[in-house]
């Protein structure tokens, strides 16, 4: 039986990111405490959860930033008109 592991490929940039680590660059601001990160040297990208912990980036992790940064964007509109009133006192 042949089993074959899928092929590395070895990159300047990634022998770059392994020995001194990865160089990541805020590419999208979530909420005040999660972003969404791109190492400027491979390209990998990750994100902070909702524990704080840095995860890579996948297609579902994308889709619950998309709509946690919709449900922060309405959270923040919502507040302001407050903020408003405060300011006038
Ligand atoms: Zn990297």
Excluded: W
Excluded at 29 to 56: F, M, P, Q, W
């Amino acid at each position: 039986m042949r089993t074959e592991s899928p092929k590395r490929t070895f990159t300047f940039s990634g022998i770059l990111c392994s020995t001194l680590g990865h160089d990541y660059v805020v590419t999208r601001k979530i909420t005040n405490h999660i972003n969404e990160y791109r190492c400027a040297n491979c390209g990998k990208e990750v994100t902070d959860n909702l524990s704080g912990r840095v995860v890579s980036l996948t297609f579902q992790t994308k889709e619950l930033n998309t709509s946690l940064a919709n449900f922060f964007q309405k959270k923040m509109r919502r507040k302001l008109p407050l903020t408003y009133e405060k300011a006038n006192l």
